[in-house]
């Protein structure tokens, strides 16, 4: 809707494909990437409202050469603040700081160019606002396990969208659920946890551990991420995870009995003292269907037991025959390779229909035609 959902997207997408740079925040050679991949958003965005705004014309778009990129960019009056910079450097010559500054995100772009990618990303098959009370759906994106560093780049951005139109007011009642969730970056999961539930939004992460947490979005940010939650269900973990869980349960008096025998008699003692509730011992060696948890209550719904240590008893037999009578989800459309291959090359003329067409815009408009960027 505005520069700020092009910054916000432009972040996502880098860090997705850069997760180094999580933890680089403000450094110099990351917010300069970021915010030129902004400009490029933007420019799309505004350009015949948004008829070409896709990832595959960005990173298209990204490949321009440097006068013809520069001078359309300037002459968005929105982009020019974004750009200048990288236009200054281009003309002093600072051609060293101006590669660092951009090739960065160039190099990371490239990756995301396939035909394939293309193919999917480039369409306008339906929009993402799923709990749209005229048009309510259902949303599945999933990855390639061999492609998670590339693939979940692009799933981030795309979660990113959706959630900011599902986090509104006047939707239907949802859920967003993201299993594997550190393969994602997402920017901004911690607010949305915060503030989505007013919105009738239900979030469940998935994680397998909470290291992998900490690896993929740094100590601070998993921190942030595993403490804002309300409800928390583990089954068998160990290490870190398994004592942080054991302390948020915390302590419960038990009942103590020590017995003494000498020769002379037998004394026993009870005793009662504070013990972890659920010990960190107890969490490692969960068996399969075991859980330990804390759920969340309400003002007007108070639960009394909110922790739990529990076994899920499944009837296997009534699943599998349930799971017998499952149909195959229809095939919607057949691609055939020869479509996949004209969306790659007409996404390529599109950018350079753009450049030569705002180009000559610009020379036929004397208001702008001096922000045309040469070196000679």
């Known amino acids: 809707l505005d520069i700020t959902d092009a910054a916000e997207s432009s972040r996502t997408i880098m860090l997705g494909l850069n997760r180094e740079w999580i933890r680089k925040g403000g450094d110099f050679f990351v917010e300069s990437p970021i915010n030129f991949v902004t400009a490029l958003i933007w420019f799309l965005r505004r350009y015949k409202d948004g008829t070409y705004c896709t990832l595959p014309h960005v990173i298209e778009l990204a490949q321009v050469g440097y006068d013809k990129l520069f001078s359309i960019l300037r002459a968005e009056p929105e982009i020019e603040i974004l750009i200048n910079p990288f236009v200054s450097a281009y003309l002093h010559g600072a051609m060293e700081q101006l590669e660092g500054q951009i090739a960065s995100a160039k190099i990371s772009l490239s990756r995301l160019s396939s035909p394939s990618l293309y193919w999917v ?173 804390m759920v969340a209550d309400n003002p007007e719904e108070k639960i009394g037991l909110k922790a739990f240590c529990a076994e899920i008893l499944n009837d296997h037999a009534v699943l599998a025959s349930a799971k017998e009578k499952f149909k195959d989800l229809p095939q919607v459309s057949a691609i055939e390779s020869r479509q996949v291959a004209e969306c790659y090359l007409q996404v390529k003329k599109d950018i350079t229909s753009i450049v030569q067409a705002e180009l000559e815009r610009m020379m036929d408009t004397p208001e702008i035609s001096d922000k045309i960027v040469s070196k000679n």
């Open 121 to 293: 990303l480039s369409g306008s098959d339906f929009t993402l606002d799923i709990n749209n009370p005229d048009a309510p759906k259902i949303v599945c994106m999933g990855s390639n396990p061999q492609k998670t560093q590339t693939y979940g780049a692009v799933l981030s951005l795309y979660t990113t969208a959706l959630t900011r139109m599902v986090n509104r007011k006047g939707g239907l009642k949802c859920s967003l659920v993201f299993d594997e969730f550190p393969t994602l970056y997402f920017h901004g999961i911690d607010s949305l946890i915060a503030t989505a539930r007013s919105n009738r939004v239900a979030t469940t992460l998935a994680v397998q551990d909470s290291s992998q947490l900490r690896l993929h979005y740094g100590k601070e940010g998993a921190d942030v991420i595993l403490n804002i939650v309300g409800n928390v269900i583990s089954g068998q973990v160990s290490g870190d995870t398994a004592k942080q869980l054991s302390e948020k349960f915390g302590k419960i008096l038990q009942d103590r009995q020590s017995l003494s025998i000498n020769r002379n008699d037998t004394s026993i003692t009870k005793s009662r003292q504070l013990e972890m509730a659920v010990p960190a011992s107890k969490i490692a060696s969960l068996s399969s269907g075991e859980f330990v948890g």
